[in-house]
Nanobody, 129 residues
Framework: QLQLAESGGGLVQAGGSLRLSCVSS????????IGWFRQAPGKEHEGVSC????????YYADSVKGRFTISRDHAKDTVYLQMDRLTAEDTGTYYC??????????????????????WGRGTQVFVSS
């Protein structure tokens, strides 16, 4: 069973950057589409960015396009979310999720957070304005 762990969150000033990491304690991430989601205080989960297992294609929510970059490091079996030009609206808990190719596409994964089911611990990001 895929179990993922997120890290890299913290406190940053508006305009700053953070890089989040997602690693697996089980199967390699290479077998899965990987998505980053976030939940702001008092709000629903939101799909932020997803990366395909098959061709490396990516999806970004409109709110983060041009500021966030998702990537895979196959050697380290890690998926990153580079977050630049952060704003207070990016504050929240960030989660990574893996889904098999047979079960979904990256667009479906990213746009249907309600289908994720269960969430891990996440990593907290706080952007001060």
């Amino acid at each position: 069973q895929l179990q993922l762990a997120e890290s890299g969150g913290g406190l940053v000033q508006a305009g700053g950057s953070l890089r989040l990491s997602c690693v697996s304690s089980g199967p390699t991430l290479d077998y899965y589409h990987i998505g980053w989601f976030r939940q702001a205080p008092g709000k629903e989960h939101e799909g932020v960015s997803c990366i395909s297992r098959t061709d490396g294609s990516t999806y970004y929510a409109d709110s983060v396009k041009g500021r966030f970059t998702i990537s895979r490091d196959h050697a380290k079996d890690t998926v990153y979310l580079q977050m630049d030009r952060l704003t207070a609206e990016d504050t929240g808990t960030y989660y990574c999720v893996g889904r098999s190719v047979a079960r979904t596409t990256i667009q479906a994964l990213c746009t249907r957070p309600a289908d994720v089911g269960s969430w891990g611990r996440g990593t907290q990001v706080f952007v001060s304005s």
